[in-house]
């Protein structure tokens, strides 16, 4: 079966599975998303009952984010722990105070920083786990090793978002892909390496995702 039919097969299974959790599946043909202020790729809200990804870019990139939105969205049917505990209440949690803070609609105090940005830390490393057990089992021919390096580029942006507050350019990660594979692994790490600042990898993926990648919202 050629990629493009099994892709095909991965969205009506993403969209099936969606609607049976409640959830509508939307894609939209745009090249980003809007979450208040802050850009994104997609997103999955349990307040909103949505799963919306923009498929404006190249295909390995908003099929991998597909598979990361929908791979929330199992957290949340499955009640997962670190979902749990990134919950607040029925109209709040952790990974929505984060973009509030980043858009500057409040303050944290930094051990208020440090709580908030661990939960949606771990959260998106599960997520991610999720994402690749996902991918590897329909096999849609997308680089493995190149997912989760952007991947971890990601997971490793809030690190550099809860010092700097600045978030990921639309794009950044991919149109940057020859820069990252020279400071970013492509294998999943413990989650206490995406929480330093210390080790030599991570301050030069920090230094690179700073200078090359982000940038305070709105700028």
Same mark, same amino acid.
């Given at each position: 079966?050629?990629?493009?039919?099994?892709?095909?097969?991965?969205?009506?299974?993403?969209?099936?599975?969606?609607?049976?959790?409640?959830?509508?599946?939307?894609?939209?043909?745009?090249?980003?998303?809007?979450?208040?202020n802050v850009p994104t790729g997609g997103y999955f809200s349990p307040v909103?009952?949505?799963?919306? %990804? =923009?498929?404006?870019? #190249?295909?390995?990139?908003?099929? /991998?984010? +597909?598979?990361?939105?929908?791979?929330? $969205? !199992?957290?949340?049917?499955?009640?997962?722990?670190?979902?749990?505990?990134?919950?607040?209440?029925?109209?709040?949690?952790?990974?929505?105070?984060?973009?509030?803070?980043?858009?500057?609609?409040?303050?944290?105090?930094?051990?208020?920083?440090?709580?908030?940005?661990?939960?949606?830390?771990?959260?998106?490393?599960?997520?991610?786990?999720?994402?690749?057990?996902?991918?590897?089992?329909?096999?849609?021919?997308?680089?493995?090793?190149?997912?989760?390096?952007?991947?971890?580029?990601?997971?490793?942006?809030?690190? %550099? =978002?809860?010092?700097? #507050?600045?978030?990921?350019?639309? /794009?950044? +990660?991919?149109?940057?892909?020859?820069? $990252? !594979?020279?400071?970013?692994?492509?294998?999943?790490?413990?989650?206490?390496?995406?929480?330093?600042?210390?080790?030599?990898?991570?301050?030069?993926?920090?230094?690179?995702?700073?200078?090359?990648?982000?940038?305070?919202?709105?700028?």
């Amino acid at each position: 079966m050629a990629y493009a039919a099994k892709t095909r097969e991965f969205v009506q299974y993403v969209v099936a599975a969606a609607a049976k959790a409640g959830v509508v599946c939307s894609l939209i043909p745009v090249p980003e998303l809007r979450i208040g202020n802050v850009p994104t790729g997609g997103y999955f809200s349990p307040v909103q009952k949505v799963l919306v %990804v =923009a498929t404006g870019l #190249r295909w390995e990139d908003w099929v /991998g984010t +597909l598979a990361h939105e929908f791979s929330h $969205l !199992r957290q949340w049917a499955n009640d997962a722990r670190v979902y749990l505990e990134s919950d607040i209440d029925d109209e709040m949690d952790y990974c929505r105070l984060v973009d509030m803070w980043i858009g500057g609609y409040f303050e944290f105090t930094d051990a208020q920083a440090d709580d908030c940005f661990r939960r949606v830390r771990n959260l998106e490393l599960d997520c991610v786990r999720r994402s690749v057990r996902l991918l590897s089992a329909w096999d849609l021919g997308i680089d493995l090793s190149r997912f989760i390096l952007t991947e971890n580029a990601y997971i490793y942006s809030h690190t %550099v =978002a809860q010092y700097e #507050r600045t978030w990921v350019c639309p /794009g950044a +990660l991919s149109s940057h892909l020859r820069g $990252l !594979r020279r400071v970013c692994p492509d294998e999943l790490r413990p989650a206490r390496w995406y929480a330093s600042t210390r080790g030599e990898e991570q301050r030069a993926l920090y230094n690179y995702l700073a200078s090359r990648c982000m940038a305070p919202v709105g700028a």
